[in-house]
């Protein structure tokens, strides 16, 4: 039985605020960007009173797992009181493959989504109409906070099909008012040609596939800062402020962080803007952030920790306290005020390598790897077991336009890099140039041999 499908509506700003600030950026700005903090709180708890009902009378598995915690939607009565509910993980998804999580008929779900994860079962997340609406705003909104205008050529690099990145951005494009490229990962020469040939303003795809894209039009003898390309909206897996700097240098750009996962929605739970280029802001008037550390008691904002997200206007997939897995920490808005920042992820919990009491994430090796002269940022880590020990090999490929002698020296500089910086003693070892996997979508930098 479905008592309310849909979340409580925007507040229109008030007519006063938007009169005095039209500046440019002011006017393309959506009223829930132009709210105070606290409206937008007062927004947020109205909506996750709203969720906390919808999920609590339409999914059994919230209804039993609040019955357990002895928490009633009733005692959601301040922002604060999320913490009585019950963390949802992966694994409840997974258990309740494929369709057990939704929360409305299935005549009503307009779109499904999956994610194969690296182990397991597919996850299955799902979209009623407006929460398609919604997603098609929220990406819009990404996007003209990226710098993206109405009437731009958008190249969309990121995969179409089960994968949220493609469609979900795809929607968004259009609905900014920009003609959409719709290429989709791979076939890397013909992303080079369409780029020639359609002259997009700016691209969507993974920091690591746009740096296959611009190794492609070196190949080819074509200088990747000579493109139409203006911007990057690049997410989807983590990634360094060194790699954002490699990125804007060879391509003459300006590359802008995007969030998201599937379980919230997909792409666009979070951008970047532009003019700070700062971390991404969670568009908090659909999404409840919260920090939590090892014994899941929430952290106050700018401290380190797991991210954890309460959906606010979902009908189809009411998420409740989902734990992401990602590490970062929360910090009040710029671009946006009113909301919250999160600082780049550093990587997920679950890719943390363990090497002899050091922790060390594939994002650190990334940040040391970009910075060393004569080395590429072309690397995967090997992990592997020397007798009792966990050791850890670097595989990385030279500048091909650096002096071949230079490259062992090169070599030892980053491991020295690595001990220093991080603590940690790794194998290194040069690959012949070409030899690495190229992304194509999300890379895997990690192989664990043991
Ligand atoms: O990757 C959605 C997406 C598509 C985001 C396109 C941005 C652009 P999933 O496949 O469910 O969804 O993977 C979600 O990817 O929990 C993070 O670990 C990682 N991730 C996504 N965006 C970023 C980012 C999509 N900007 C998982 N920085 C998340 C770092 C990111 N990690």
């Known amino acids: ?175 900014l008012g920009c003609m959409v490229i719709p290429m989709s990962g791979g076939q890397t020469e013909k992303q080079v040609q369409l780029i020639r040939d359609f002259e997009p303003d700016a691209i969507m795809c993974t920091p690591s596939y746009l740096l296959t894209i611009a190794d492609a039009f070196e190949r080819a003898g074509l200088d990747p800062r000579g493109t139409s390309l203006k911007v990057a909206i690049c997410g989807a897996e983590p990634w360094t402020e060194a790699m954002r700097r490699e990125l804007e240098e060879r391509m003459d750009i300006r590359a802008v962080d995007i969030y998201g996962l599937s379980e919230m929605m997909g792409p666009g739970v979070g951008s970047e803007c532009v003019e700070t280029q700062d971390g991404p802001h969670i568009w908090e008037d659909h999404f409840l952030p919260e920090i939590i550390d090892d014994q899941l008691q929430q952290v106050s904002d700018g401290e380190t920790g797991e991210l954890v997200f309460t959906t606010l206007t979902k009908e189809a997939f009411p998420m409740i306290r989902y734990r992401t897995r990602d590490l970062t920490s929360l910090h009040a808005g710029t671009g946006r005020p009113a909301h919250r920042r999160i600082a780049k992820i550093t990587g ?23 910075e060393v002269d004569g080395l590429t940022s072309h690397f995967v880590l090997e992990l592997t077991k020397r007798g009792a020990l966990d050791h850890l090999t670097i595989k990385i490929e030279a500048d091909p336009d650096a002096h071949p002698d230079g490259a062992d020296a090169a070599l030892r500089r980053l491991q020295k890099c690595v001990k220093d910086r991080i603590g940690a003693t790794i194998g290194v070892e040069l690959a012949p140039i070409g030899s690495l996997p190229r992304s194509e979508g999300k890379l895997k930098r990690l192989y664990d041999l043991r």
Not at 67 to 83: M, N, Q, Y
Request: charged share 25%; proline share 6%; glycine share 8%.
């Open 1 to 175: 039985m479905i008592t309310e499908t849909h979340a409580p509506a925007i507040p229109a700003a008030p007519a006063t605020r938007a009169a005095t600030e039209d500046t440019p950026i002011e006017a393309g700005l959506h009223p829930a960007e132009r709210l105070t903090r606290a409206e937008l709180e007062a927004l947020q708890l109205e909506r996750l009173q709203w969720t906390v009902r919808h999920a609590y009378e339409n999914v059994p598995f919230y209804c039993e797992k609040f019955a357990a915690a002895g928490v009633h939607p009733d005692d959601i009565r301040s922002l604060a009181d999320i913490e009585r509910l019950p963390f949802t993980t992966k694994s409840d998804l997974r258990d309740h493959y494929p369709f057990g999580l939704f929360a409305v008929p299935m005549e009503q779900v307009r779109r499904v989504h999956a994610s194969s994860g690296t182990t397991g079962r597919l996850t299955v997340v799902g979209y009623t109409e407006r929460d398609l609406d919604n997603w098609a705003d929220l990406i819009a909104r990404s996007l003209y906070a990226a710098g993206v205008r109405p009437g731009w050529r958008v190249h969309n690099a990121y995969g179409y099909g089960l994968f949220t990145g493609g469609l979900g951005a795809h929607a968004g494009i259009e609905r």
């Open 348 to 370: 997920r919990n679950d890719d943390m390598i363990i090497l002899r009491g050091v922790n060390l994430f594939p994002t650190q090796i990334e940040e040391i790897a970009c």
